[in-house]
């Protein structure tokens, strides 16, 4: 039987005439990593904030940890960590200096832990470096640190990766995997970079206007993204073309850069070559591939393909 860190019911929240939530029932598993899926104003944000107790919901409920009233909901909210519209540093202090300063914010007993939690995130080594020179990736880990200050055993973290290089991106993703894999936490990550979710996610949540759309685990969007022949010819127009009348479908998707996505002709795949190499196409690029997390969620709030 599963058990759940988060379980929502209902939840909803109102601001003015704007429902930025709207009877939103999500469920997280103990141990999974979940990518929650939205467009800029979807309500992920709002969900975040409801359970990190920084709002109120309108209508519905919620349960952390098994609990859903106060004065529970207060105790449950300490074994969470969170980083909620970027981490809150102090620009003049040292990365030690703000674990100390949040340590007795937060009211945690012992150093200790200070030095324990820079060496996990990578950060023993910066000394009497300030913040506030401090890289983007840095900050980015020096805010998980905060947020992992007293242990907690469930991150909660709103576009952890926005704004990171290439390199600050995959620094942050190990260590995420890390803290989930060998530290058995479970991690909430809201964003809207999907091709970096799909390579962390256990599981996801799909949110639009406020409304969750679906749920599902790594292995169902496997099972369910489409797969489709990737093809580049020297003449796009010409092969579309082909393709809607030698082999009667309109079932494709013709890209900005002129690669043609064609769906449904993955399992014969020497038909379609066939039939456009007898008229003519030199063709430059011919496999088969899958969707990524990005095309199904396009596809899940509305996207359409061609036909």
């Not at 058990?3 to 704007?18: A, F, G, I, P, W």
């Not at 899926?37 to 940890?65: D, V, W, Y």
């Not at 207060?74 to 703000?98: Q, V, W």
């Not at 007993?109 to 840095?138: H, I, R, W, Y």
């Amino acid at each position: 039987m599963n058990e759940y860190v988060l379980k929502t019911s209902r939840l909803s929240k109102k601001y003015q005439n704007n429902m930025a939530l709207d009877q939103v029932n999500l469920a997280i598993i103990k141990g999974s990593i979940y990518g929650f899926i939205g467009q800029n104003g979807a309500g992920k944000s709002t969900l975040i904030r409801l359970i990190a107790g920084l709002a109120f919901p309108t209508a519905g409920t919620f349960e952390l940890f098994g609990v859903s009233h106060e004065p529970e909901l207060h105790e449950a909210r300490k074994r969470i960590g969170t980083i909620i519209e970027g981490p809150a540093l102090y620009p003049n202090m040292t990365a030690a200096e703000n674990l100390e300063a949040h340590r007795l914010l937060k009211g945690i007993p012992g150093k200790e832990c200070v030095e324990k939690t820079l060496a996990l995130v990578g950060l023993q080594d910066t000394e009497k470096k300030k913040a506030k020179n401090f890289s983007l990736g840095m900050k980015q880990r020096l805010g998980l640190a905060i947020a992992l200050l007293g242990d907690p055993e469930f991150l909660i973290l709103d576009e952890p990766i926005n704004g990171l290089d290439p390199m600050g991106v995959v620094e942050i993703r190990e260590l995420l995997k890390k803290l989930n894999q060998e530290y058995g936490i479970t991690i909430l990550i809201s964003s809207h970079i999907l091709s970096e979710l799909h390579l962390l996610a256990t599981h996801y949540g799909i949110i639009h206007n406020g409304e969750l759309l679906e749920q599902l685990t790594a292995q169902e969007l496997n099972e369910k993204s489409q797969h489709y022949l990737h093809i580049k010819v020297d003449n796009p127009e010409k092969c579309a073309s082909i393709i809607e009348s030698k082999l009667a479908t309109n079932n494709f998707e013709v890209m900005p850069n002129g690669v043609i996505k064609l769906f449904g002709f993955v399992d014969v795949p020497g038909k379609v070559s066939q039939a456009l190499t007898n008229e003519g196409l030199v063709i430059e690029q011919f496999m088969p591939m899958g969707e990524d997390l990005e095309a199904y969620f396009t596809k899940r709030i509305g996207g359409v393909h061609h036909g």
